[in-house]
Each structure stands twice: as structure tokens, then as C-alpha cells.
């Protein structure tokens, strides 16, 4: 059954364009600052079109960026020939029921897109997928006003102010990135967004990750954990 497209599917380009624009080299590297020692293999769970896989793919000898939106997968799949990553994979499927072939992770991320997902179905999953000694960071959007948050005129607001941010850019540039911010079909996807709470979120980081290191700034909530070794004697993440 052909399932239908999503806004991802749909604003896939747009939504590249913007995360070229939008620079967020300061972000990526200091997620390269969570990376444990020797890791050879990362996972980007809902890696879009692949910029923070790409990215990381100087840091591991290969790297796996997997989302479910199949447009996302292909701009992020000419974005690696446009690379010449050669240590880049990306597949199209569902983290929850994708059938991994090749062996488990020394480092999971997923930045700002397991809200997409049922946590207490995925959170189990990546802690499958990830190797002993290995670690996790996710970092992800909360919310104390879920009805502010799911209001289009909040959304339009956002997007402004957003757009007054990066007037430096130029007006064709400016008017690229209004057509897709202030599109009805992106204001929409993300009205729908399924936010919680900073603590409904934490409690549930918690009792799949125990010993995870929780950090709670503004809008986001951040979490760090490290698979017990026991050839290490590890007890707990960090």
C-alpha cells in the first residue's frame, strides 16, 4: 500500500536548503565532543537529508544515516555524491522496523526528531542497535505550552523572526527560505507535532537509559548515555 507523503516528502529540497543555510557547524561539533574514543561506527537515526551524517562521517569509519521519509533519503543520498563520502550509507525505513543487516553502533544520535516517534518503541530499539561501551546522545524539543506551540500564529511568528535572523543572506535567498518557513504545508506539519513536557520526556529518557546524563535548556531537552561494558567493569553511563 503506497502510504502518502508526508511534509518531509514534499518540502524535502526546501527543507535542505534551509539546513545549508541555517549554519550549524557550532551544533555538530560539539556533538563530536560526545563521540566515544575509537568509534568506528555511527548511527544518525532520522538523519533527513543527511547534513549532521555527512558531517560526522569524518569522525567513523562508516556511518549510517536512516529515516523513513524516502525524498529525504534521496536529497541526502545526492548530497553524499556531491561529498564523495564514500563511508556514508543511507537507508530508507522506519527505525522501529528496520531489519539492521550489518552489526551494532559505537555511537547513536538523533537530533531533534524522535518526537516523531513512539519513545517507549524506539528508545529500546536504539539501545539494541548499540554496542557495549558504546553511546547515545539525543537531543530533542519540549514544551510547557503544548497549545502555544500547536498554534499557527506562534508557528508564523517563529518563522519571521526567524527570517529577520538571516537577512544577510539577501532577498533571493530570503524569499527561498519564506516560501518554505511560512508554507502552509510546514506550518501544519509542525503544529501537529506530538511535543512533551521537559519532565514527561526526562522520565522516559530515564527509565530506558538509567544513569543517562539529562540536560534541560529552554526549548530542548538533551540526553548522554554509555552502554555498560562488562569487559570493562562498567557500572553505570557516565
Same mark, same amino acid.
Not at 516517534?117 to 557495549?132: N, Q
Given at each position: $500500500?503506497?502510504?502518502? +507523503?508526508? &511534509?518531509?516528502? =514534499?518540502?524535502? %529540497? ?20 560526545? =563521540?566515544?574514543?575509537?568509534? %568506528? ?26 529515516? @523513513? ?24 525505513? @522506519? ?6 543487516? &550489518?552489526?551494532?553502533? !559505537?555511537?547513536?544520535?538523533? !537530533? ?27 537531543? !530533542?524539543?519540549?514544551? *510547557? ?6 498554534? +499557527? ?8 523572526? *526567524?527570517? @529577520? ?8 535567498? $530570503?524569499?527561498? =527560505? &519564506?516560501?518554505?518557513?511560512?508554507? +502552509? ?8 507535532? !506530538?511535543?512533551? @513536557? ?23 531537552? $538533551? $540526553?548522554?548515555? %554509555?552502554?555498560?561494558? +562488562? ?5 553505570? &553511563?557516565?
Amino acid at each position: $500500500m503506497n502510504q502518502q +507523503p508526508t &511534509a518531509f516528502d =514534499l518540502l524535502a %529540497e526546501h527543507y535542505d536548503y534551509w539546513k545549508r543555510t541555517v549554519n550549524l557547524g557550532d551544533e555538530y561539533r560539539k556533538i563530536v565532543g560526545f =563521540l566515544p574514543a575509537h568509534t %568506528e561506527s555511527i548511527l544518525d537515526v532520522g538523519c533527513g537529508t543527511g547534513r549532521l551524517t555527512l558531517y560526522l562521517a569524518d569522525y567513523a569509519k562508516h556511518i549510517t544515516g536512516i529515516d @523513513s521519509s524516502a525524498e529525504m533519503i534521496r536529497q541526502a543520498t545526492k548530497n553524499q555524491r556531491e561529498q564523495s563520502r564514500t563511508n556514508v550509507e543511507f537507508v530508507h525505513a @522506519s527505525v522501529e522496523t528496520w531489519e539492521c543487516q &550489518a552489526h551494532q553502533f !559505537d555511537f547513536i544520535v538523533g !537530533d531533534k526528531v524522535l518526537h516523531h516517534t513512539d519513545l517507549d518503541r524506539v528508545l529500546p530499539r536504539l539501545r539494541d542497535l548499540l554496542r557495549p561501551g558504546g553511546r547515545i546522545w539525543v537531543r !530533542d524539543w519540549v514544551t *510547557e505550552d503544548i497549545a502555544r506551540r500547536r498554534s +499557527p500564529i506562534w508557528q508564523y511568528w517563529l518563522a519571521l523572526r *526567524e527570517m @529577520s535572523e538571516l537577512r544577510g543572506h539577501g532577498l533571493k535567498v $530570503m524569499w527561498r =527560505l &519564506a516560501r518554505f518557513r511560512l508554507s +502552509p504545508t510546514w506550518i501544519h506539519h509542525v503544529c501537529d507535532d !506530538d511535543i512533551l @513536557s521537559p519532565q514527561q520526556t526526562m522520565e522516559i529518557y530515564q527509565r530506558h537509559f538509567p544513569g543517562c546524563l539529562l540536560i534541560n535548556v529552554g526549548q530542548q531537552v $538533551m $540526553m548522554l548515555w %554509555e552502554f555498560p561494558d +562488562p569487559a570493562k567493569g562498567t557500572r553505570r &553511563a557516565l
